[in-house]
């Protein structure tokens, strides 16, 4: 069985950074796609990014445009974790942030959420 579960979340300072962990089991990680998605209050849950492999140091990773540049997803195939680093947070990245995967599969799953808070 599919399980996801994220850490990593809490208030942050606009500015700074965050970084989030999904760690999976109950599928083949390495081979699969992975991704992260957040949810504002209020807001429908949207699209952060989204990483298909890693071959020798380079990701192959997308990411929604209003994070671009600021956000980083990783993954570490040896601890079945996937990471999203995000720097630069502003006021409006606050939001419940949710790992899924394995994107494609009719097994995938959402993780809990973590909630992250950037505020002054």
């Known amino acids: 069985q599919v399980q996801l579960v994220e850490s990593g979340g809490g208030l942050v300072q606009p500015g700074g950074s965050l970084r989030l962990s999904c760690t999976a089991s109950g599928f083949t990680f390495s081979r699969s796609i992975m991704s992260w998605y957040r949810q504002a209050p209020g807001k429908e849950r949207e699209f952060v990014a989204r990483i298909r492999y890693a071959s020798g140091s380079t990701n192959y990773a997308d990411y929604a445009d209003s994070v671009k540049g600021r956000f980083t997803i990783s993954r570490d195939n040896a601890k079945n974790t996937v990471y999203l680093q995000m720097n630069s947070l502003k006021p409006e990245d606050t939001a419940v942030y949710y790992c899924?995967?394995?994107?494609?599969?009719?097994?995938?799953?959402w993780g809990q959420g973590t909630l992250v808070t950037v505020s002054a």
């Open positions: 899924y995967g394995p994107v494609g599969s009719t097994s995938a799953r």
